[in-house]
């Protein structure tokens, strides 16, 4: 089992900054793929970045403003959000796929965090 532990989001005005943070733990033996998405109200859940052994991916509306990164000696993935907009406001879940010792792989979700972009 895995558990994912969220925090950095809040309430910023246009144009500041929130760093999320998502950290796992748990029996991992190792993690390839860590990614952050985001689900506006009414709207369906999107993939905002994600980060591999592949390369980093952006989504095309936060390139440029959103860094994604992550720590592997704490098994943990961040998420940078600069030049914050209204659209922006979402709740931000994050999303990994470790390796377990028992060699198999899994997908897990973070419980979420708001994130609200406004004056």
């Known amino acids: 089992q895995v558990q994912l532990v969220e925090s950095g989001g809040g309430l910023v005005q246009p144009g500041g900054s929130l760093r999320l943070s998502c950290a796992a733990s748990?029996?991992?033996?190792?993690?390839?793929?860590m990614g952050w998405y985001r689900q506006a109200p009414g709207k369906e859940r999107e993939l905002v970045a994600r980060?591999?052994?592949?390369?980093?991916y952006y989504a095309d509306s936060v390139k440029g403003r959103f860094t994604i990164s992550r720590d592997n000696a704490k098994n943990t993935v961040y998420l940078q959000m600069n030049s914050l907009k209204t659209e922006d406001t979402a709740v931000y879940y994050c999303?990994?796929?470790?390796?377990?010792?028992?060699?198999?792989?899994?997908?897990?979700w973070g419980q979420g965090t708001q994130v609200t972009v406004s004056s």
């Open positions: 748990g029996s991992i033996f190792s993690i390839d793929v």
């Open positions: 999303n990994v796929v470790p390796t377990m010792y028992s060699g198999r792989s899994y997908e897990y």
């Open positions: 980060i591999s052994s592949g390369g980093h």
